[in-house]
């Protein structure tokens, strides 16, 4: 196909990804099915397709898929990680009360310990720890952003592309008219092409008796 401008498709589409996925509560959906992840690819995938003079191939849509995978994970990394250091103890409180809520003294506990871990860890040891997860996170999305243009192009892209007509066969030897007898391909040669017949040949020979005299001068 054509070349078609993936930049602005990759664009919108891990624009998408990347926001999310750093929204608290909201990036909850991205964690559980990838949602987010798989919005953004079918989302790239269909500009993709309405910006292409040609039908967009399954290929297209998985490398388009691929390149807002990359935007949304970066997104997500330099942007998600900051808000979650902000809000880290935000959702550990929640945590706490959900488990409360539940009465389970075993997921009390476990709770409990995770709070005090945290809150034993310095900066360091936080960011050891998060940055790892973080860029496994990303690599997840690209992955699932490329599934999302595969099934982008599955859904949206509806054309085709011309099949081209085979080349046509030669003439089969006996569909062709047969060679006339050899008299009439001898007429049916331009006057200039003849060769020359008896008639011609005696008339020479006539003129040559007519004048002998001129013979005998020749051989004196």
């Known amino acids: 196909m054509a070349e078609v401008d993936q930049k602005q498709p990759a664009i919108v589409g891990g624009v998408i990804v990347g926001v999310l996925s750093v929204i608290p509560i909201v990036s909850e959906l991205n964690t559980c099915c990838?949602?987010?992840?798989?919005?953004g690819g079918m989302i790239a995938a269909k500009l993709l397709i309405d910006s292409?003079?040609?039908?967009?191939?399954?290929?297209?849509?998985?490398?388009?898929?691929?390149?807002?995978?990359?935007?949304?994970?970066?997104?997500r990394f330099f942007v998600g990680l900051p808000i979650e250091l902000m809000t880290g103890g935000l959702k550990l409180r929640l945590l706490?009360?959900?488990?409360?809520?539940?009465?389970?003294?075993?997921?009390?506990?476990?709770v409990q310990r995770i709070i005090e871990q945290a809150q034993t860890q310095s900066l360091l040891q936080w960011l050891i720890g998060a940055v790892p997860i973080f860029i496994?996170?990303?690599?997840?999305?690209?992955?699932?952003?490329?599934?999302?243009?595969?099934?982008?192009?599955?859904?949206?892209?509806?054309?085709?592309e011309p099949v081209a007509s085979p080349p046509p066969y030669?003439?089969?030897?006996?569909?062709?008219?047969?060679s006339p007898p050899p008299g009439e391909a001898q007429a049916a040669l331009p006057s200039q092409e003849r060769p020359a017949d008896g008639p011609s040949c005696e008339r020479d020979e006539s003129?040559?008796?007519?004048?002998?005299?001129?013979?005998?001068?020749i051989v004196e």
């Open 34 to 39: 990838c949602l987010w992840a798989l919005l």
């Open 52 to 75: 292409s003079p040609q039908p967009v191939k399954a290929g297209d849509g998985a490398m388009v898929g691929l390149w807002a995978g990359l935007i949304g994970g970066a997104i």
């Open 96 to 110: 706490e009360r959900l488990a409360d809520w539940t009465g389970d003294p075993k997921l009390q506990e476990l």
């Open 136 to 160: 496994i996170g990303a690599l997840i999305l690209a992955g699932f952003t490329v599934l999302g243009g595969l099934l982008g192009v599955a859904l949206f892209e509806k054309r085709t």
């Open 170 to 178: 030669p003439p089969h030897p006996h569909s062709l008219p047969p």
């Open 207 to 217: 003129k040559a008796s007519d004048h002998p005299g001129d013979d005998r001068s």
